[in-house]
């Protein structure tokens, strides 16, 4: 098994101080898997302060639970003293010192998380049988299930993670135990149920599997409501699965290194449920204003979940456009009000999520092609003309020569000015702006404030 230098100096460190040092966690985890394993964590029977005595460059991540960011190497190393846990309310855990390391490892959720190695000697300690289930490919619970869960109800989501991202089959004994503790779901903080969210979007190749786990277990509906009212909802003639089943399939189709996009993916249609509605002419179903439902719900969700207000409103507006395109035959100005319309920083975003949302429906034999309509994208973007007024050829220096105060009528005039050179781009000159606001822009308006 690989280590690292940063990794290597920190177990010399304490060795040579005579503590104990062991690799422990998810590196561990993933080496034995042939996987390139993330951050390396360190357990030791090194008190706190006496791992901040023994290296020069520390700080203090999680002091209270007994760790400390050691840097070595140039490598970010947590150090960890050994730790039992002595109560918990299903989020915090209180811990206590002076145990072993075996004590350690059995505090932990899951056996193939409870091996720990030895990176000076080769070492592995594996009281759980962790290496075992790796091998076949079993996920289960450290000791009782039914302690471990409410130890920490995030685990219940963990778990449906690790199945999906390892493919692995779960311990008849953890499946029941999940089954019984998806209510402690409810005492979960948003933030954490966010970062569990973002982890198997990002880590899981078929996401579907996890998120399939929490529309089965009762976790979508305590968690996202919203998402879990789409399974079962029937759609039209275009689509073969009902709005849960599709919305997944959608989801799988955009890459783990998006898991943003993938969060849209999973929000997309959830406008759909509560805007069905019978087409009298037809009998079919249909789904009016579903986009901007679906919209309003998202920024619901963004907020629950405590993600950024850029995150949200980002989300919020791909929810919010995610059906608008150009029809077949638009002009190229036609393209470039829709460019203007969902943001130029958002239009691959939308590619992603148009052909996701095409290969995620069985039905897709109706759609129309995607590339041909975006090669038309391209094109419009690569001719380089203006689309936002910080394209324009004047600004408020220019208007100001014009006479003009600067205010609110800065930012009308420029954005009709915009509107007329998307329009026609050959208007974007300094001269021709200048022409146009003088003779056109501003005797309208004060014609219309005359009046």
């Known amino acids: 098994m690989e280590s690292t ?55 203090p991540v999680g002091i209270e639970h007994g760790t400390v960011g050691v840097r070595e190497a140039g490598e970010a190393i947590e150090v960890t003293t050994f730790r039992a846990d002595v109560a918990t309310d299903g989020r915090h855990a209180e811990v206590r010192f002076g145990v ?7 505090r932990r959720d899951f056996t193939i998380n409870a091996i720990a190695w030895d990176p000076l000697s080769g070492q592995l300690r594996d009281p759980f049988g962790g290496r075992l289930d790796l091998e076949r490919r079993v996920l289960c619970a450290v000791g009782d299930p039914d302690r471990r869960f409410p130890e920490d109800y995030l685990r219940v989501l963990r778990a449906f993670r690790f199945a999906a ?81 599709h919305t997944l399939l959608v989801v799988d189709r955009i890459h783990p290194r998006q898991p943003f996009l993938r969060l849209v993916a999973l929000l997309h249609d959830i406008g759909k449920a509560p805007t069905r509605e019978r087409n009298p002419a037809t009998g079919d179903w249909t789904f009016p204003l579903h986009d901007r439902v679906g919209a309003e719900l998202a920024r619901q969700i963004m907020e629950r979940l405590r993600f950024s207000s850029r995150e949200a409103e980002r989300a919020v507006h791909l929810v919010r456009v995610h059906m608008d395109m150009f029809p077949p035959d638009a002009s190229n100005a036609a393209v470039r009000r829709w460019v203007r319309r969902v943001g130029e920083e958002n239009v691959w975003d939308l590619y992603r999520l148009h052909t996701a949302d095409w290969l995620g429906n069985r039905n897709r034999g109706h759609e129309r092609p995607l590339r041909e309509y975006f090669e038309r994208v391209r094109a419009v973007l690569a001719a380089g003309h203006a689309l936002r007024v910080a394209d324009l050829a004047i600004g408020g220096e220019e208007l100001i020569a014009l006479g003009l105060t600067p205010g609110p009528l800065f930012g009308e005039v420029l954005a009709t000015a915009l509107e007329r050179v998307i329009e026609d781009p050959s208007l974007n000159t300094r001269e021709a702006l200048l022409s146009l606001v003088r003779d056109e822009l501003l005797p309208a308006r004060a014609g219309g404030a005359s009046r």
């Open 5 to 59: 230098a940063g990794l290597l100096a920190v177990a010399r460190r304490l060795r040579g101080a005579g503590h104990e040092a062991w690799a422990v966690g998810g590196a561990v985890r993933d080496r034995l898997l042939g996987e390139i394993p993330g951050d390396w964590d360190v357990a030791t029977d090194a008190p706190p302060a006496r791992v901040q005595e023994l290296f020069a460059s520390t700080h």
């Open 100 to 106: 072993s390391l075996d004590e350690d490892l059995a």
């Open 165 to 245: 991202r390892f493919d692995l089959a779960y311990d008849a004994t953890t499946r029941e135990a999940l089954a019984r503790h998806g209510a402690g779901l409810a005492r979960l903080s948003g933030e954490r149920v966010r970062d569990e969210l973002t982890k198997t979007f990002a880590q899981c190749r078929l996401a579907s599997r996890a998120l399939e786990e929490w529309q089965m277990t009762g976790a979508m509906a305590r968690l996202l409501p919203e998402v879990a009212v789409c399974f079962g909802v029937e759609q039209n003639r275009f689509h073969a699965d009902d709005v849960g089943t």
